[in-house]
């Protein structure tokens, strides 16, 4: 290819990368081709396992020898990429194309300071150091953090997910690529935040003549920012045209089904009823920092009074900061609170110690909203499943037993039982931490963010799978999300949290059809999808 003018931003052609020895499949992409466009944003769709990050991989030149290139070319403006891993694409990463991962967290050195990281980045592409912090700080007020001089000094453990996404999304803006790769950037978010993110991404594609590669499992998403979409599914583009095309005529099979589950609406709507399992009244937290003068103080969780009925399903709902995670750790006593009382089977559980909280412990379990931080990279999978039933007196062999059942239960094989987290994807390590947390059968599950790493078909099934054990276990759930559709899909009763209080809770058919608040309004609102109907 010879550069123009008028060449595209993105040009992939006849992209073929082979998968190792012993895969389910021998290629992870065939013959893939894709354009893009100055100033146009394609979205590559499809399940976990499609190939989706492995083209991206290809496009930054970091394959792994594992998964070598064995047929294509690609090139940015024109001009064909290097080989893979070779070190001119130093050159590439930054002005021409940078890319956003799914994991922020895994994405930040925990040992520095993100102002100190981001402008590592503007060094290394020889901008003076005089230039670096105002460009540092007026990109962390681009991506929307409230505080971009605390942000600018924090280190990573100190954000929020949400945060940590924002920062990474600051890093790859820093030096205006010609094309951007988001690889589930909004993944994470609470919709409102998303709403901000992708108006953020769609006015620095007009402004800056930046293209982009938006790589999603959520139609919502597709229907707000897309131009073109292509579609995968098992290393195979089954369908390409324009965003307006597959929206309202999709010609594949897997593209219906797809679009489907993204319009998933309300499918339980029953009122609050029954034996109470869980009463919260007046529950207060606040966040202590620092000493003496230096002394902060952060309300958490404020006044919070919830009832959770025995086999049903709460859902909390609410951006990053409201306190949905700070309430799920007062539930399972990770917390010590400031007042109000816990009541849990009719016991107070709000100072338990010793015998007493381990035996409450046992009777809840936790999905945890991170996957590649929940499982210990040295167990293999059903050593990880199996150890909650071993540690609660459960036979080795019956708790294997067990853990194989849960592994199919949730989707995966039993060839996953002897493979490593690290052998995994994001939505495959989450569904073994679901796995891992139903195989004790408790009577209380506590999920955050539980299928946020999920695209959405599979979302629809892990939630079917959730509303299965619940109806046959009777257990009741509480389930943190930022996202309304799943809460709509899976929830008898939501309730929504900003900045620690409840404002509004009642039965989901309710709350969706009449909300009351201006927030829950506005969270409604905000939901990926409306611009172009999509979202009911």
Known sequence: MTPTDLSPVLAVRDLTIALPPGADRAHAVTGIDLTIEPGQTLCLVGESGSGKSVIAQAIMGMLPPALPMTSGEIALQGTPN????????????GPKVAMVFQDAISSLDPIQRVGRQLEEILEVHGVPKSERRARVMDMLAAVLLPDPDRAYRSYPHEMSGGQAQRIVIAGALLLNPALLIADEPTTALDVTTQAEILELIEKLKVEFDTSVLFITHDFGVVADIADHVVVMKDGIAVESCTAPSVLQD?????????????????????????EAIFQV???????????????????????V??????????????????GKSSLAKCLLRLQDTDGGQMIFKGR???????????????????VLQDPFGALDPRFKTIDAIAEGPIIHGVPKAEARERALRMLELVGLTPQAADRYP???????????????????????????????????????????????????????????????????????????????????????????????????????????????????
């Open 422 to 536: 690290q052998e995994f994807s994001g939505g495959q390590r989450q569904r073994i931490c679901i796995a891992r947390a139903l195989v004790l059968e408790p009577e209380v599950l506590i999920a955050d963010e539980a299928v946020s790493a999920l695209d959405v078909s599979i979302q629809v099934q892990v939630l079917d799978l959730f509303t299965d054990l619940q109806d046959r276990l009777g257990f009741s759930m509480v389930f943190i999300t930022h996202d309304l559709h799943v809460a709509a899909a899976i929830s008898d009763n939501v309730l929504v949290m900003q900045h620690g209080r409840v404002v509004e809770q009642g039965p989901t058919a309710q709350i969706f059809a009449n909300p009351r608040d201006p927030y829950t309004r506005a969270l409604l609102q905000s939901a990926p999808g409306q611009k172009r109907g999509l979202v009911a």
């Open 281 to 303: 009244r007046d529950l207060s937290l606040t966040y202590r920092r620092g000493l003496f003068f230096n002394r902060t103080e952060v309300p958490a969780v404020r006044e």
């Open 348 to 366: 107070d559980i709000t100072a338990l110690q010793g015998a007493a909280l381990r035996d409450f412990r046992s009777k809840v379990q936790v």
């Open 82 to 93: 290097p080989p893979q891993r070779a070190s001119a694409y130093h050159r590439l990463r």
């Open 305 to 322: 009074t919830l009832d959770l009925h025995k086999g049903q399903t709460l859902a909390v709902v609410g951006e990053s900061g409201s």
């Open 250 to 274: 999709p010609q594949h099979d897997y593209t219906k089904r797809l679009l489907a589950a993204a319009a998933l609406a309300p499918a339980r709507d029953q009122a609050a009823g029954g």
